[in-house]
């Protein structure tokens, strides 16, 4: 699939067929994963892809922002000793960017492959650290549900006037030499 | 519905609202209404096999949320209508009562 058809077509799947994900698809999608950009190369991220329907369904008690039936659940996760270690203390913020393009790439080469997901914050991350049994330095910054999409949603509106030229503000930008 | 399946239905919905007791503190206004309705959906799925007696009732206050509820993200007013209309709705069924 071409980049920007990805790019373009991508929506938060909140409804999963049946069709069960196959290992292999899920392991290639943790490979994107770790070819997205990160801030000197700390890699703060771990992935913990969960598959077995009890775990899904424990942690789906806990994350009121897990809508639908996924398939597969990857919990995207910085270590925050890495970072930190790496970055010192403002590895912490850097790590959280990290995560989210990790989990931006992830969700791109997802659509690529036919499927569907969805990123959620809208869970307890102390409650799915102990649920996937994570040290405390592990922590769950986003969830992303997997599945093959029973749905096409619409896409939303997306806001036009947030585009600027060379200055804040400026709708149309000028020459440096006007 | 078995004891067991009313049990697990029940305790899943006890996790639902604990953690969104707590999500909703660094969360989005919005998101507290949404979480509510939604835990209506929830338990709704509970009582239309639970209560047989309105039962329809149950599916049609169910289906008309899982409809509508994800406006909450692009659509404020429908959003509110919807709460509106969801409780005209149940107005009706409590003077029925």
């Known amino acids: 699939m071409n980049l920007e058809k990805a790019i373009f077509g991508r929506r938060s799947v909140r409804n999963y067929s049946s069709k069960i994900l196959e290992k292999k698809h899920l392991k290639e999608l943790l490979d994107a994963g770790i070819w997205a950009p990160t801030a000197g190369n700390i890699q703060p991220w771990v992935f913990v892809c969960v598959t077995h329907t009890k775990r899904i369904q424990q942690i789906h008690t806990v994350s009121p922002g897990m809508l639908g039936n996924p398939q597969a659940l990857i919990c995207v996760c910085s270590d925050q000793n890495r970072a930190v270690e790496k970055a010192g203390p403002g590895g912490r913020t850097l790590a959280i960017m990290d995560c989210a393009m990790a989990a931006q790439t992830i969700m791109l080469f997802a659509y690529g492959l036919g499927m569907g997901t969805c990123a959620i914050r809208s869970f307890n991350p102390s409650a799915v650290r102990e649920l996937i049994s994570a040290p405390a330095h592990i922590h769950p910054e986003l969830l992303i549900t997997v599945g093959y999409p029973a749905e096409s949603p619409k896409p939303p509106a997306r806001k036009k006037d947030v585009f600027f030229w060379e200055l804040y503000n400026e709708k149309e930008g000028k020459k440096d030499d006007e | ?97």
Do not use: H, W
């Open chain 2, 1 to 97: 519905m078995t004891s067991d399946t009313l049990s697990r239905g029940l305790f899943d919905l006890v996790g639902y609202m604990l953690t969104s007791a707590r999500g909703l503190v660094d969360e989005p206004p919005l998101y507290g209404p949404f979480r509510l309705i939604d835990g209506v959906s929830r338990l709704c799925e509970i009582l239309t096999q639970e209560d047989e007696e309105n039962k329809a009732f149950y599916k049609d206050l169910k289906s008309k949320i899982d409809e509508r509820k994800y406006t909450v993200m692009s659509d404020t007013d429908t959003f509110i209508n919807l709460m509106d209309e969801l409780v005209y709705d149940f107005t009706t069924k409590l003077k029925e009562r």
